[in-house]
């Protein structure tokens, strides 16, 4: 059977690559293509139009604008993995990209980002959607990570975790529709402590499981 290929877009925020590559290798069914964003807009092998799913793990924020011909084609490359329907996984910072860009604001689901995080907090991660393909076998956990204080998800979202913690946003992970594509955005996974978790990865390897559905 041929491994699902799978960008993954990443650019403006430092992390830890040999923690984050050991969580894509555990997911042999996949071929991650790990690029930053002008890579991936840039398309020089011509093979976006491939890839099932996108995850998006950069943290731009400037609002692109379309008289300058680099944000030109970031929009256009937005809009057509969108009407190709190509599967968005949205990652922790990558949900605060963009601050200002309406585009963004309709595919995380939330039009004001404004943000407060901390850091090395014990998060209780509970699962409000049980019978959802994404938490399939899974049971309520906790892990050290990053979170972000900051408004929750407008409604039209399928909420699927959740936590209490007193610093974070409510919702940890949704789904939504934009365009033809399906979304996924979790505000977990922030460092190496979240990425050897086997909570998490069994929720991102179920996630994208379901984009490609």
Known sequence: MSKIPVAVVTGQHNFDVPGFQWLLNSMPEIDFYLQDLDNFVSDEGGFNRNYQAVIFYNFHQLVPSANDPRDAKLIQTINQITENGQGLLV??????????????????????????????????????????????????????????????V???????????????????????????????????????RAFSDMNFRQVISQGLDWLVT
């Open 154 to 192: 407008s409604r039209d979202s399928n909420i699927i975790l959740t936590t209490t913690h007193p610093k974070s946003m409510q919702f940890l992970a949704w789904t939504r529709q934009y365009k033809n594509s399906r979304v996924f955005c979790y505000q977990s996974g922030h460092d190496n």
């Open 91 to 152: 990652l922790h910072h990558a949900i605060l990209a963009f601050p200002e860009w309406d585009v963004w604001n309709q595919i995380v689901g939330i039009p004001n980002r404004n943000f407060e995080y901390a850091n090395d907090q014990i998060v209780q991660t509970d699962i409000i959607t049980q019978d959802h393909p994404i938490t399939t076998g899974l049971q309520g956990w906790q892990m050290v990570d990053e979170i972000y204080d900051m408004n929750d």
